[in-house]
């Protein structure tokens, strides 16, 4: 029923078999919670609280905790794995992506729906990146994590 490239299985160095479907999962979580916090369409987060009289009547103000709370988690990961440096070395590839998209004029960025879906499909992409990326560098150096030490 689930398509074989979702649910393909790999073997540890310990021999636990994992499956890939956690790669989806965080790419469809990340690209929710890019698109639900603002998108062209105006159905978003952001549309949501901005078009009331009363920002703190009925769900809004769970709602709103919710979204800080996701960003904040999704924040502190971005920079947990990748740092400042990561951070920005993954922005400017996906500019550069998005820059060719322009060149071969698959997309037209001065069209605010064609920038405003790039931009919200980037951040989703970073959000992804930053969740995944410290499980990446353990496939490619067999390392976790690493320790800064203090500076002084």
């Known amino acids: 029923m689930i398509p074989n490239i979702l649910t393909s299985k790999s073997t540890t160095k310990s021999g636990k078999q994992v499956t890939n479907l956690a ?13 639900g916090t ?3 369409t105006e159905h978003d987060f952001v549309h ?8 703190f ?14 960003w904040m988690l999704a924040i ?18 996906l ?6 998209l322009q060149q071969y004029e698959l997309i037209d960025v001065t069209n605010f729906d064609d920038a405003g879906w790039a931009a919200t499909v980037a951040v989703g992409l970073i959000i992804w990146f930053g969740l995944n990326a ?13 320790e800064h030490p203090d500076e002084d």
Do not use: C, E, H
């Open 23 to 35: 790669w989806w999962v965080t790419l469809l979580l990340s690209l929710a919670l890019s698109v």
């Open 38 to 40: 603002w998108n062209p």
């Open 48 to 55: 949501y609280i901005s078009n009331v009289d009363d920002i």
């Open 57 to 70: 009547s009925g769900f809004r103000p769970f709602v709103i905790l919710v979204i800080i709370a996701l």
């Open 76 to 93: 502190k990961s971005i920079f947990q794995s990748l740092g400042l440096f990561g951070f920005v070395m993954t922005l400017v590839t």
């Open 95 to 100: 500019g550069a992506f998005v820059w060719g």
């Open 134 to 146: 410290s499980i990446i560098w353990k496939r490619l150096t067999g390392v976790y994590t690493t």
